[in-house]
């Protein structure tokens, strides 16, 4: 899809050689009866007689009308111009053109419109229009080929945002397209060579690290995942160098299971098929890297993917099991289900190299946090109070929301465990933030925050799928940072000074760990 803005009245916009019009239109404007162009004057009469209302999500719908250029006109209203009421709009506005197989469309926005609200109408139009096509032997392609906005005012602000909502959408149907294809088309290797797809252009690098390596590195839980699975695991390491080497970078680690049975903690047969979205978080990192490589923001982002299938096996890594992490801490794995925090513990670690002004973990991390906080809010855990409220500020801003959870040292009370320095699962309780907790525990060396996209990256039921979050989110907060001089604040060598250092590695026990081998 393709966008393009110009300045128009509406009365020019109706002139357009396009197939359909969706004009968007706020609460506020109150349409003149004599209006100088004939949508005007039908939203008024519409009003009239009560078919229309000023409330987000209403549609008037008109069809080959006289001095309209265009066969669909359909007018929705946007309410107060929130990013929700955005979304409604879009959504109804399009329901209406939906059979209408239109290629070329004309957004009009009404009214004094900011940026963002160009850049929320552009991204909920590309996710009503999406189509997941990949394994499908008769694909029905995208209609929807070019959008062209409109405004009666436009500065470089709103140009600018067009561009941002192109890569926006960009990056966030490139996470679709990984986190839907079935397991089975989306390996580690397969991630892997996605990640190198991504990594094109000379401001980028990607480096994939194989088992021998990440042996040889001592990711120990990392390695402990993956020793039942028959593919071999992969830890893919971007890199985006926007500014200068000097400046600390932003890194992102995605959770890359890219299928969870549970191990031999399996999980019941209903709904299984849905842990193949496990590496939602991979597949958000890597439709960052992919819009960062249409905006090339001023700034340095590290990218980080732990990939392997978790799965029941002769070889599987057993409950009780004690295995020592890249950090030296030994960890028992009570539940092989709690597998996630198994691989982001030693990528956290791994983190630690690349002496980051912030470290922002991604991952489907437990169905705690679906029943907390559902499909609406990413749960957000973070120790450092700067980090945590520009991400909260960059998720309303996108309109892709996410809640900051708690803390507590209290809440890390049932991760104690006799055979090792830390269990991988508490109780039952407040499951969501004793995971964030377990993972606090591999990040004490850098600002640190963890997004929780358990309820957010996919949907489920009839409308089955990917979302693409929280790329929207880690997308605006990149370009927040970039464009704010002062990035001061959360840097790596005013936080050390302060936190405590972690047990380092010890080879002694890294060596005395049994392994099951498996062939790389
Ligand atoms: N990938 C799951 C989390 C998940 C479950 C996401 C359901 C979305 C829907 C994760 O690996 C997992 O299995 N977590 C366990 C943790 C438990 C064993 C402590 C869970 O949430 O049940
Ligand atoms: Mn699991
Ligand atoms: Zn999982």
Known sequence: MNFQIEKLS?????????????VLWPSQVTPNALGHDPVTRWVATALEQGDFELKAGAVLSLYCQPGIS???????????????QIRSAVQSGWGALKSAKVKHLGLHVVGDASPQVLQSALSHLADATYAYTTTLSQPKARVLKQVRVSAEKVTEAHASSVRHAQALIAGVELAKEWANRPANHATPSHLAQAAKGVATGRAFKCEVLGPKEVAKLGMGAFMAVAQGAAEPLRFIVLRYSGASASQAPVVLVGKGITFDTGGISIKPAPEMDEMKYDMGGAASVLGVFKALSQLKPKINVVGLIPATENMPDGLAVKPGDVVTSMSGQTIEILNTDAEG?????????????????????????????VIALGAVRSGLFSSHDALAHALEQAGEVSGDLCWRMPLDDDYAEGLKSRFADVANVAGRQAGSVTAAKFLQRFAKRFAWAHLDIAGTAWRSGAAKGATGRPVGLLLQYLTDLASKTDVADLSAAKKSKTAKPAPRTRKSLVKAQPTAVRKA
Do not use: M, W
């Not at 509406?10 to 969706?22: C, E, M, R, T």
């Not at 030693?346 to 489907?364: C, S």
């Open 10 to 22: 509406l009365s020019a916009a109706i002139q357009g050689p396009l197939d359909a019009l969706l």
């Open 70 to 84: 265009q066969r669909h006109l359909v007018v929705v209203c946007t309410g107060d111009n929130q990013p929700a």
């Open 341 to 369: 925090r198994l691989v982001l513990c030693d990528a956290l670690t791994y983190a630690e190299r690349f002496k980051p002004q912030a470290v922002i973990d991604i991952a489907t991390l437990t169905g705690a946090c």
